[in-house]
């Protein structure tokens, strides 16, 4: 087993620190308490390769591995978790099953601007009465000639206002009930396609969340994503990579919280020296340290899985529910070694408790992860 990360790896996780620190950090707080998309941003970490980073450069993409992936996740979440998802669902969901499962033509046409960033993906999975249960889809897509005919509602869909293009998984065959759901590209702008509000979050502000609409929505019949009946296939199948982006996510977060504890104690003052000095203090610092490690070994291991096209399922399943667990915990303990001032705007922290929170509830809550990793041991 080889601990070390290669040269390139850690290229990359340096450039995506540097920028997170140069260029995301600064409008951080505006942007998550007035919940600005933050369009700019988006658009130059496509220029630097962040948006599609596995996609083989064929397709334009940066042809990077999963841990790279991981690794930039990290940096980029740490200093704002909004960025992080609206990163994740573009690589991992969106552009990821565009390359495993979509036809050369969607690859051309709608895979290598999306690689490139210069146009943004959202994955339209979760509808109100379909989101752990993500196999009761009741959004159809009738066949008519040339076209399907999409009607129904999506929500919770992140990058919902700002993306450029959809995955939507519908119902083409009810009969067959999660065998009869596919999955489509459909373009914004599309006739019969609206998005509602942006929704008004606890954390993750600066990302867009809304619910999408189809009304008669008609979309050609070459913008099926693999096959008709593959399409609760191909969302299981990507949201495995995407638990493994959203442990990143949850881990950027709890490290951003162990940073910030590990200033503010040494810094603050009480009876007589610095907060640091006392044993009360130091567990909190090394259980948030060691918990920390464990779910980066963790998401790791699915990372690496991965790229040896290994199956990762459960270790991914493993990875999210620890990381996003532990990135909650590391926020409550870090408000509490901050005390009043953890639980104001000024020191962030109380930022990193809302903003964790999420990693516990989307791309499979904690309790699906529990389901698919019991699933896995019981089979045997
Ligand atoms: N990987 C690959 N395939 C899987 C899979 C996985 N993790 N889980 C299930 N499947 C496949 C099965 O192999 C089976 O395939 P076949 O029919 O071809 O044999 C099919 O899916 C049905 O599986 P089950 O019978 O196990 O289905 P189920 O209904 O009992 O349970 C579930 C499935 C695990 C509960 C699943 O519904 C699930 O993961 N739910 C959570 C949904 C979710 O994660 N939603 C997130 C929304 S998207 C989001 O949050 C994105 C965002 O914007 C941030």
Redesign the pocket.
């Known amino acids: 087993m080889n601990f070390d990360f290669t040269e390139e790896q850690k290229m990359i996780q340096e450039s995506a620190k540097s920028f997170a620190e140069n260029e995301i950090a600064p409008t951080a707080v505006e942007r998550d308490i007035n919940a600005i998309f933050p369009t700019e941003i988006v658009k130059k970490m496509g220029e630097l390769g962040f948006m599609g980073m596995m996609v083989s450069p064929d397709y334009s993409g940066a042809g990077m591995d999963t841990i790279s992936y991981v690794l930039a996740m990290i940096e980029i979440s740490k200093v704002d978790a909004s960025l992080g ?1 609206i990163m ?2 573009n690589n991992s ?1 969106v552009c990821w099953g565009l390359e495993t499962y979509a036809s050369d033509f969607i690859k051309e046409k709608y895979l290598v601007p999306l690689a490139l960033g210069e146009k943004l993906g ?5 509808e109100p009465e379909a ?5 009761k889809q009741k959004t159809t897509a009738d066949k008519e000639g040339e076209f399907y005919v999409l009607n129904g509602i999506k929500n ?5 206002q700002s993306a450029d293009y959809y995955l939507v998984m519908a119902t083409t065959d009810k009969e067959k009930a ?2 009869g759901i596919s999955t489509f590209l459909v373009e914004k702008g599309t006739e019969g396609f609206g998005h509602g509000v942006k929704e008004d979050k606890l954390g993750i502000r600066s990302s867009d ?1 809304c619910s999408i609409t189809f009304e008669s929505c008609k979309v050609p019949a070459e913008n099926l994503v693999w096959e008709e009946g593959k399409g ?2 191909f ?3 990507t ?2 990579g ?2 493994i982006g ?1 442990a990143a996510q949850a881990i950027g977060i709890a490290e951003a919280s162990l940073d910030a504890a590990l200033k503010y104690s040494q810094e603050r003052k009480a009876f007589g020296r610095e907060i640091s000095k006392f044993q009360a203090i130091q567990f909190m610092i090394a259980d948030m340290a060691v918990k920390i490690d464990a779910a980066k070994m963790l998401t790791l291991k699915a990372a690496a899985l991965k790229d040896a096209d290994k199956s990762y ?1 459960t270790e ?2 493993m990875a999210k529910l620890y990381a996003s667990k532990i990135s909650v915990e590391c926020a409550l303990d870090s408000i509490q070694i901050h005390g009043g001032y953890g639980y104001v705007r000024e020191y962030l922290v109380e930022r990193y408790l809302r903003d964790s929170k999420i990693t516990e ?5 904690s309790e ?1 992860q529990r ?2 990793i019991a ?1 896995s041991l019981l089979k045997k």
């Open positions: 998802v994740s669902v969901l959202a994955f339209a999975l979760s989101g752990s249960d993500a196999t919770w869909t992140s990058n919902g999660h065998k969340t609760f296939n969302a299981m199948s949201l495995n995407g638990r959203i399922v991914a399943a509830i989307y791309e499979g809550t699906i389901i698919v699933r």
